[in-house]
């Protein structure tokens, strides 16, 4: 009985969400459909691993290293796309759960790599199965000929996005830390640029005692 009102509801949310894109907003953006696309695939990714209870920020990182491990916690970072706070974090909880180990390099004292321990390692015939299991519910009854098309659309606006960030970086642009977006939001002034600007005012101040003759040496 619970089952059957849990499935009809989420056909309701479904026929409501495919109103919405097919009739109120049919010729929205693209990065609008990829986002809300991405997010239901992680949504369905996650209910599969809260069986095995993992988290779809620890999946992410585990798929990096079932491929390459030894990478440092910026390499990482940089392979998920996330800021390396974020990844700190991430490898805490996951070398408290076993998933991980963190070894010093043998050529920085600055690096630490990351590495699989067997349990994090046997996790991969548990859950990539899952992964594949997602994606055939996310392509049912999609003709195969749209699906090869999507593939070289997405390729091409990932190859066309990191060209546009190459360029960017060259223009000063960048992706604020967590941080910084926080001081940001809140409207309030990175602390080096306040104490910059104190240090201004107090030599302007100097100066202009100083050409009032009221500074002592």
């Known amino acids: 009985m619970v089952a059957s009102r849990s499935r009809s509801a989420g056909e309701a949310v479904t026929r409501q969400m495919l109103r919405h894109w097919q009739e109120a907003v049919p010729n929205d953006r693209l990065a609008h459909l990829v986002q809300v696309a991405a997010r239901g695939l992680a949504r369905e990714m996650q209910m599969r691993l809260t069986e095995h209870s993992v988290s779809y ?9 079932w491929e390459t491990e030894g990478l440092t916690q910026r390499q990482l970072s940089d ?4 800021m390396e706070p974020t990844t700190f974090s991430a490898l805490n909880a996951m070398e408290k759960l076993g998933y991980v180990v963190r070894r010093p390099s043998p050529t920085s004292r600055k690096e630490v790599h990351v590495y699989l321990t067997p349990k994090g390692r046997a996790l991969k015939t548990k859950l990539v199965p899952l992964a594949e299991e997602v994606n055939e519910v996310a392509l049912r009854h999609v003709d195969p000929g749209d699906i090869a098309a999507t593939r070289r659309t ?6 066309n996005l990191a060209a546009d960030e190459a360029q960017s970086l060259s223009l000063r642009r960048r992706i604020p830390s967590t941080r910084e977006l926080s001081r940001l939001l809140n409207g309030s002034r990175p602390r080096a640029r306040k104490s910059s600007l104190r240090r201004r005012g107090r030599t302007k101040k100097r100066a202009l005692w100083a050409r009032r003759g009221t500074v002592s040496a």
Do not use: N, Q
């Open 57 to 65: 920020g620890h999946w992410s990182f585990l798929r990096i290293l």
């Open 79 to 82: 392979e998920a796309g996330v």
């Open 154 to 159: 997405l390729l091409a606006l990932i190859a």
